[in-house]
């Protein structure tokens, strides 16, 4: 055995004592503090005795933790992962009570609730001090992740000729634009991604805008970059005539639908089909290794692997109550930021009470743990290609802003998390290329209903002529992090879908998507026409057109199609020759062109709806409610961005703009190719339920790589 083997072994046994001490003495300071926790017998016992029970104690706990606990989650792996991790507190006070009987004569005694106190506390002082050990020795911590790579490049290696071709990471920064990212690179707030950009030193990154379609929001992008088709994804929620639903994004069964018919129109399974991974997505993009996937969250039995993730993070008890404990400093400082607003009344301004602040702190420390923790595990094992979804920043957005002091704190604690994502690449079994991205941008504004005291579905009634309600409803919203957490609680339909079905035959269906309104007739098998609507309701297309929270409506003119209407009678016929652009003027170049594509959607409304937009001050008027929105035209939310290595090729030619999911979908496939080979089409399937071998235990290798520190550096 050589020197330096002998010198990791010593490493781990100190490293190991040394967290059982400070274990023993906490076991000691919790014993003098808590009246129900005693480490000593009826009669009392020396100082000496005491403190070798303390040791008998934090021994047999440790080992516990460490033997017991992986197989009391695995057992529980149907348990609904947010149930789980309210569980980590029980479950390790548990193994507490269970480690006190194991101490001789009876010595260590505690109640139930003192119990998950004591082991609530030792879990986060070991995992503290082994991380604080990891951080001061840093040769132990890179001789661990070299051990981790050499086993894995070993298996790696099997059977190739020549060299391992590089891997790839996308890291998808959900909502984040352009404009964002490059601002918080510049002020310090993402140091990480402002030393790529060669802030300070030279360059190994480029910073790439592109342009979204008129569906501005995850699940057309997504879709679009996953599996190269967003074909008839016309927003975020639609209504289908030929069979009477209602398609939302993140529902699971509309993400399952979603994934095949992409799948048929491309014919191949995906972007990730060449030992991929797909980890916190709306859709597979064809990987075999899935977790947290919401197109697989409405599987049953063996092979759904959605919440695969969960059991591999909570497996490691010191895990589960860290992630415990953030997730509860998470909700106060949610509910902190939201006091603190209304005190300052301060506007635009939107409820944050209810489940919110527990939403909010799911997807910024939950999805956010587990989702790193698996990138690096697919790091740790060497697969070719891995995207990921980090929803953090999306979901506070939509309720603080795009900007301020509350989406600061989450950009920068996203930061952390590629600055550890790109350690671990430097000692992974291959050489990796992390690219970074976004799938749309957020734009700032008050609600529609805010502003005018009603909703779209009101002004559609009043332009039908039917009674609108005395109080106007709210809309709910359309957040991602709100599936990933209906998906953790398995409940795969989304809460209040019932209210979007029609009361009555010949009342429409108003659907809302961000500052993008759909408003469907169901009555009518067919798409309405300009003609057909106005004969049937004079005064709807005029009273939407001349509103001054509407930018724009797309409707379809009998003999000369596609029509934009806007206030005063303007209107732009979309298939004549382009002339007066009209009320698309306002939103930018490409404008029209996105909202042909969209016109020409089997599943389009009879109606469009895209809000006012002042483009001084990017702000637009959100249908839902959200004070951050996307998923229509008007301002940053079309605006996302692609960050990528020098080393690959320029996504597009100098002086051209990348426009659209699908075009963004090749640029990847382009690099996946560059090094590694074409991608291999799975024709007819690559949706990510075929069984796979390595699949059932994919997450646990996921989480057993990285040491307490490396985690610790995630927060």
């Known amino acids: 055995m050589g020197r330096e083997r002998w010198r990791a072994i010593g490493s781990v046994v100190w490293r190991s004592v040394a967290v059982w001490l400070v274990s023993t003495l906490t076991m000691l300071v919790l014993a003098g503090i808590l009246p129900d926790f005693q480490l000593q017998s009826d009669n009392g016992d020396s100082a000496t005795r005491i ?37 980590a507190f029980a479950l390790n006070g548990s193994l507490l009570l269970l480690a006190l009987r194991l101490i001789p004569d009876g010595r260590g005694d505690a109640n139930p609730e003192t119990a998950v106190v ?37 298996r790696l290696t099997e059977g190739q000729s020549g060299p391992v071709p590089p891997g790839t990471v996308f890291i998808q920064l959900d909502g984040v634009g352009h404009d964002v990212l490059r601002a918080a690179a510049d002020n310090g707030l993402m140091p990480t991604i402002a030393g790529w950009l060669g802030r300070g030193g030279e360059p190994s990154h480029r910073l790439t805008p592109w342009r979204t379609d008129w569906s501005s929001q995850t699940g057309a992008s997504q879709l679009g970059i996953l599996h190269g088709s967003n074909h008839d994804v016309p927003a975020f929620r639609w209504y289908e005539k030929d069979t009477g639903e209602v398609m939302v994004s993140n529902r699971p069964a509309s993400a399952v639908e979603l994934q095949r018919r992409a799948i048929e129109r491309t014919g191949d399974g995906g972007l990730l089909t060449l030992d991929g991974a797909s980890r916190g997505n709306l859709f597979s993009g ?9 197109s697989m969250a409405a599987r049953r039995g ?19 109550v860290r992630t415990a404990l953030s997730f509860v400093a998470e909700v106060g400082r949610e509910m902190g930021e939201s006091t603190r607003a209304r005190i300052r009344k301060r506007r635009p301004r939107i409820g944050r009470g209810g489940l919110y602040p527990f939403i909010r702190a799911f997807a910024t420390v939950v999805e956010r743990d587990v989702v790193v923790a698996a990138v690096i595990g697919d790091m740790l094992v060497g697969r070719s290609a891995v995207y990921a979804d980090l929803v953090a920043y999306d979901e506070v957005a939509h309720h603080s802003g795009p900007s301020g002091s509350d989406v600061d704190k989450v950009l920068q604690r996203l930061d952390r998390s590629l600055a550890l994502i790109a350690k671990v690449a430097e000692h992974a079994p291959r050489a990796y290329r992390i690219v970074v991205l976004s799938d749309h941008g957020q734009s700032p504004g008050e609600t529609f209903r805010a502003r005018y005291g009603l909703t779209l579905g009101d002004l559609v009634r009043a332009g039908c002529g039917l009674p609108v309600p005395r109080k106007a409803r709210r809309t709910h919203s359309g957040a991602e992090a709100r599936s990933a957490v209906r998906a953790a609680l398995r409940r ?12 009555g035959e010949a009342e429409p269906v108003v659907l809302a998507s961000g500052n993008l309104g759909l408003v469907s007739f169901p009555d009518v098998p067919h798409r309405m026409t300009r003609e057909e609507i106005d004969l049937r309701h004079p005064a709807l297309l005029p009273t939407l057109a001349n509103h001054p929270g509407v930018g724009f409506l797309l409707v379809r003119g009998e003999d000369r199609g596609p029509v934009v209407l ?126 796979d071998p390595r699949q059932e235990d994919a997450g646990s290798t996921a989480f057993a790589a990285p040491d307490p520190a490396v985690q610790d550096k995630t927060r």
């Open 302 to 320: 063996k092979e759904n692997r959605s919440r695969a993730g969960y059991f591999a993070y909570f497996s490691d008890p010191a895990n589960a």
């Open 566 to 691: 806007g206030a005063r009678g303007s209107e732009v016929y979309l298939d004549e020759e382009p002339g007066d652009p009209g009320p698309l003027a306002d939103f930018g170049p490409g404008a029209a062109e996105a909202v042909r594509r969209t016109d020409g959607f089997p599943h389009v409304a009879d109606i469009m709806v895209n809000s006012w937009y002042d483009p001084q001050d990017g702000e637009v008027l959100a249908f839902e409610e959200q004070i951050g929105s996307h998923g229509g035209l008007g301002g940053a939310q079309g605006h996302p961005f692609l960050l990528s290595p020098l080393v690959l090729s320029a996504p597009v030619d100098e002086g051209q703009e990348l426009v659209g999911a699908e075009r963004v979908h090749e640029v990847l496939r382009r690099w996946l190719g560059e090094y590694q080979g074409p991608e291999v089409p799975l024709v007819g399937g690559g949706a990510g339920g075929a069984e």
């Open 492 to 503: 795969p339909v989304e809460e209040g879908a019932g209210k979007d079905r029609p009361a």
């Open 51 to 87: 403190a070798i029970t303390a040791a008998l104690g934090a021994g047999a706990f440790g080992l516990l933790s460490s033997l017991v606990w992986p197989l009391l989650v695995r057992a529980l792996l149907l348990v609904p992962a947010l149930v789980l991790g309210l569980l």
């Open 286 to 294: 064809g990987a075999e290794q899935l977790a947290l996937v919401l």
């Open 118 to 154: 004591v082991a609530a506390v030792m879990s986060a002082v070991a995992s503290a001090t082994g991380g604080f050990l990891a951080v001061r020795d840093d040769d132990a911590y890179r001789r661990r992740l070299y051990r981790l790579a050499d086993r894995r490049r070993r």
